[in-house]
């Protein structure tokens, strides 16, 4: 019976609309990840294996394969940054 009454107060169907807003731009948010993939050789064309790929300012990182291959999820927007032993990092926009 309460639940009932709960339910006709005024104002309660402009609450669940707000919440409903809320969690839709949370959803819409989470569609502008992508997933970047990738290959990273050397000056000479061979692929480079171990090779640490982090998103700048982020906690999203990956290391390529013994093909030299990757993939790692971020937006549109974001900075990959690729570094290795015995090299300087490399920054590149996406």
Do not use: R, W
């Amino acid at each position: 019976m309460k639940l009932k009454h709960c339910l006709a107060k005024p104002g309660y169907g402009i609450f669940l609309f707000f919440i409903f807003f809320l969690f839709t731009g949370t959803l819409l948010k989470a569609q502008s990840v992508k997933i970047i993939t990738g290959q990273v050789n050397d000056s000479k064309g061979f692929p480079i294996s171990g090779v640490n790929i982090l998103v700048k300012g982020g906690i999203n990182g990956t290391v390529t394969d013994a093909a030299g291959k990757f993939s790692i999820n971020t937006s549109d927007t974001s900075t990959l940054i690729f570094s290795f032993v015995g090299s300087t990092p490399k920054e590149v926009s996406i």
